[in-house]
C-alpha cells in the first residue's frame, strides 16, 4: 500500500509539470469545442441503446454510447482555486464528470475507487491533467475505514490540504422480492453507500478547515423508493438524512453539508445491474425520455462546493430527474 501511495504521489506532482504553451494550446481547443457546442445546440444520446451488460465493478470505456463527462459548454471561472476535492467513485460516471469540472474550476483532485477499476481511473486523470491541475489516484475500498483513513491521509500529505469531500461511491443489485436478498448483498450495500460515506466524512472532517464542503450523492430512490432496489433505496434515503444531521452537526465549525439526488443517468452502475434489453432503455420513463449525462450533472457539485455560489446552502437535498417534479 505505501508503495502504491507513493507512486500516486509521484503521479500526482508530475501532473503539475505542464509548459505554458500547451495550457494555452488546451485552452485554445476548449474554447473552439465550447463554440462548436454552443452553437449546435444541445442534444444528448436518447435509448433505445444497444442491448448491453457488464460484470461488476463495470468500466466506462466499455459502454457505447460513452457516457459524456467533459462538459464542452461549461466554462471555468475559477470558482474553486486553490481548493482540493477527494472524489469516491471518480474513476467513471458522476465522479469522473464532477473530477473534470472541480479541475476546470482550479481546484486539484483526489479520486477513489476498486482496484479493478484503474483503466478508467487513468482516464479521469489525463482528463484531469488537461485541464491544468493535479490528480492523485487511490485505489481501495471505502467499506474499510481504514482505507478511508489513509486516503484522507494521502490526499493531505499530496496537496497539503483538503477541503472539499465527494462521497459518491456505490454498489446496486436489483432483486425482486425481499426474500431473494442476502445477507452479503444487504452488507455490501450498506457498507459502500452509507457506512463508507460515513468513515470518510469522519475521517475528512478531522483535517477540514472553515469553508469546506462536504457533499453526497443521494438517489431519487431515497425520496420514492423501488420495490426491485430495497437495500439500495434504504442506504440513499440514510444518505440525505445523514446529509441534514451531519449539516446541523458541523454548521458552527464553517462546514457545508449538501446532497445531489438524481434520477436515471448512464453510467456503469446500470449496464452491470441491468439484463441487456433493460440497460437499453434507461431513462426512458423520464418526461425527457433519457437518462442524464454525468456532465449534466456535475455543474451541481461545482455549485455546493463553491463558497461564491452556495455560502448560505447546508443540509440540502437537491433533485436532478429530467422532468419529474413529483420527487418527494
Request: net charge positive.
Amino acid at each position: 500500500m505505501a508503495t502504491k501511495k507513493k507512486a500516486a504521489r509521484g503521479r500526482a506532482k508530475n501532473s503539475a509539470n505542464i509548459s505554458a504553451k500547451t495550457r494555452a494550446k488546451r485552452s485554445a481547443k476548449k474554447r473552439a469545442r465550447s463554440s462548436a457546442a454552443n452553437r449546435s445546440g444541445v442534444r444528448k444520446p436518447e435509448p433505445p441503446f444497444p442491448p448491453q451488460h457488464q460484470r461488476r465493478p463495470g468500466l466506462e470505456s466499455k459502454m457505447t454510447p460513452a457516457p459524456e463527462f467533459e462538459a464542452p459548454g461549461y466554462k471555468g471561472s475559477g470558482k474553486l482555486d486553490g481548493r482540493v476535492a477527494l472524489i469516491t467513485g471518480g474513476d467513471s460516471g458522476i465522479g469522473r464528470a464532477v473530477a473534470v469540472l472541480f479541475a476546470r474550476e482550479g481546484a486539484d483532485v483526489a479520486i477513489v475507487y476498486l482496484p479493478q477499476e484503474q483503466s478508467d481511473a487513468e482516464v479521469t486523470e489525463s482528463a484531469v491533467v488537461a485541464e491544468g491541475r493535479r490528480c492523485l489516484l487511490i485505489p481501495g475500498d471505502v467499506r474499510e475505514s481504514q482505507f478511508c483513513d489513509e486516503a484522507v491521509r494521502a490526499t493531505v500529505e499530496t496537496f497539503g490540504l483538503l477541503d472539499i469531500l465527494v462521497n459518491n461511491a456505490a454498489y446496486q443489485q436489483h432483486q425482486e422480492s425481499i426474500t431473494d436478498l442476502t445477507d452479503e448483498q444487504i452488507e455490501r450495500t450498506f457498507r459502500t453507500n452509507i457506512f463508507g460515506y460515513m468513515f470518510m466524512a469522519r475521517a475528512a472532517v478531522r483535517v477540514m478547515p472553515r469553508g469546506s464542503t462536504i457533499i453526497n450523492t443521494g438517489s431519487i430512490t431515497g425520496l420514492q423508493g423501488s420495490k426491485e432496489l430495497l437495500d439500495y433505496s434504504a442506504t440513499k434515503g440514510a444518505i440525505h438524512a445523514f446529509t441534514k444531521s451531519l449539516a446541523q452537526s458541523l454548521v458552527e465549525q464553517g462546514i457545508r453539508v449538501n446532497a445531489v439526488a438524481p434520477g436515471p443517468i448512464w453510467t456503469p452502475l446500470n449496464v452491470v445491474d441491468k439484463p441487456p434489453k433493460q440497460a437499453a432503455k434507461h431513462g426512458q420513463e423520464t418526461p425527457m425520455q433519457r437518462p442524464g449525462q454525468p456532465e449534466e450533472l456535475a455543474p451541481t457539485y461545482v455549485f455546493f462546493a463553491s463558497n461564491a455560489d452556495s455560502s448560505y446552502i447546508t443540509g440540502e437535498v437537491l433533485t436532478l430527474l429530467g422532468g419529474e417534479t413529483t420527487a418527494a
